[in-house]
């Protein structure tokens, strides 16, 4: 992602406004021959130290514009972040010490020596000591910038096996454009598929995802058709990794089928057949949230704030049910044909990674993870609303936050790196999003949302007064 810099204009002219425009003011008779007595001079001179102000002001806020506008690639950006500060500094006291000799003296008189004189030198010095540490300090990210440009070899690339089968529990999406692969633990499964599961008969295979094979099943009591997720219990070697497992499988699988809400997929059932555990879901029919989250097939602003409040909301009713979600990405997210909102997978990742074998395990992409979860942390209902805040920033530009060659990388920019800004890409969304958004994307947890429907308030406070 590039950093656009148009925006740097507006302060050029100023600080070129106030070196015309002052020097000529301060010529004019009506200046000079106008006398303020609360500041013990005239007019004229009043004039030359405000623009002299506005110059020094306007330097600042230039270099923390573009610093907070810079992305932290690990090359020349990252690079010029560092020594944006000290370069500003060491400009601001240059020209604060000529305008002091220019204009101050004949104000103020002669500065009171030696202090000025150390004033003067100590700013010059402490400014270029910080500039040198910045640049000794990054100056691998120069070289870098510098460097013959490899191969771009993305993310996705790394991932082995992508979980859009699983997720989407059997949308259609023939004719829909497809989901960006965004893979998440996946295990292996073998063997021929079951005649039966439980009480559920099952039709035919609908795809392998993030817990192993998906069947469409059959309940023939009362002829509803189910989505059957299953996960191989025989791929565990040790016993007590294998009750570890099953006990925490079950658990999810209750607490999750507590769940009651209509934005949120049902859990039906949940069991184990010869070595195999498996849980009966609703069945869905629709169109996946991450085929939307394409340059070419964004939703208009106000109806993509909608779903993400609806998912706002769905969210924060499983934290009041001691459920956090852990997963939250566009492709468990499911777009009905009646504009129903679907959020699917509820305790999914948690269970996918209770068996740590490292012949029935492969990490995949944590593109929509939170920092703490990116670095291994514990997680709470604020871990899926950093993920939500990476799905709103897909679903409004078609982008994303946070990118990297590398798995590592990515994960030190989740954990690390600013975000990109929103209104970079839509000029045109009001400038409250970009607080929804910064305030959900901040790297402390205690700095987010506490609760998932602060954020949803927020967004439908935002999308009420936005025309239709």
């Given at each position: 992602?590039?950093?656009?810099?148009?925006?740097?204009?507006?302060?050029?002219?100023?600080?070129?406004?106030a070196i015309l425009v002052g020097p000529f003011l301060a010529t004019l008779p009506l200046f000079t021959h106008t006398f303020i007595r609360p500041l013990g001079m005239n007019a004229a001179q009043a004039v030359r130290f405000v623009a002299d102000g506005i110059c020094l002001l306007m330097i600042w806020f230039a270099a923390s514009r573009a610093k907070r506008d810079l992305l932290d690639n690990g090359k020349g950006q990252t690079f010029l972040r560092a020594i944006l500060f000290p370069s500003a500094f060491l400009v601001i006291v240059l020209m604060a010490s000529r305008a002091y000799d220019a204009h101050g003296i004949p104000v103020l008189g002669p500065p009171k020596q030696?202090?000025?004189?150390?004033?003067v030198t100590g700013g010059l010095i402490g400014s270029a000591t910080w500039l040198t540490f910045a640049w000794v300090r990054h100056v691998d990210a120069l070289t870098r910038a510098f460097a013959g440009r490899p191969r771009r070899r993305p993310v996705e690339d790394e991932a082995v096996q992508e979980d859009e089968a699983d997720?989407?529990?059997a949308a259609e999406p023939a004719e829909s454009t497809p989901a960006r692969a965004t893979s998440t633990v996946v295990l292996r499964n073998t063997g021929s598929m079951p005649a039966m599961l439980g009480r559920y008969q099952v039709v035919k295979e609908l795809g392998r995802g993030a817990m192993g094979v998906v069947y469409l099943g059959k309940d023939p009591t009362i002829q509803r058709f189910v989505a059957i997720k299953t996960m191989r219990l025989d791929d565990i070697d040790k016993e007590e990794e294998l009750k570890e497992?099953?006990?925490?499988f079950f658990r999810e699988a209750e607490s999750t089928?507590?769940?009651s809400h209509p934005n949120i997929v049902t859990v039906y059932d949940a069991g184990e057949q010869e070595g195999l555990a498996y849980i009966a879901m609703e069945y869905l029919e629709g169109t996946l949230l991450s085929c939307y989250c394409q340059k070419s097939t964004l939703v208009p602003a106000k109806q993509a704030l909608q779903i993400v409040a609806t998912v706002a909301d769905a969210l924060d009713y499983?934290?009041?049910?001691?459920v956090i979600h852990r997963d939250v990405k566009p492709p468990n997210i499911m777009i009905l044909k009646q504009r129903l909102v679907k959020v699917m997978d509820f305790g999914i990742a948690k269970m996918a990674s209770a068996s740590k074998t490292q012949s029935s395990m492969i990490v995949g992409?944590?593109?929509?993870?939170s920092p703490e979860q990116a670095t291994g942390k514990d997680v709470d209902g604020r871990s899926d609303v950093f993920s939500l805040g990476i799905v709103l920033f897909e679903?409004?530009?078609?982008?994303?936050?946070?990118?990297?060659?590398?798995?590592?990388?990515?994960v030190m920019r989740i954990a690390k790196a600013p975000h990109a800004p929103l209104l970079k890409y839509r000029r045109d969304l009001p400038t409250r999003v970009q607080s929804i958004l910064d305030r959900a994307l901040q790297k402390e947890i205690q700095n987010r949302y506490r609760h998932a429907s602060d954020m949803a308030q927020d967004l439908r406070d935002v999308f009420q007064v936005m025309p239709r």
């Open positions: 992602m590039t950093t656009s810099w148009g925006w740097i204009g507006p302060y050029f002219i100023v600080i070129a406004l030696p202090l000025y004189n150390w004033l997720t989407r529990l497992f099953r006990d925490r089928g507590r769940l499983a934290h009041s049910q001691g992409t944590p593109r929509y993870m679903l409004l530009t078609g982008e994303r936050p946070f990118d990297a060659e590398n798995m590592p990388a990515l």
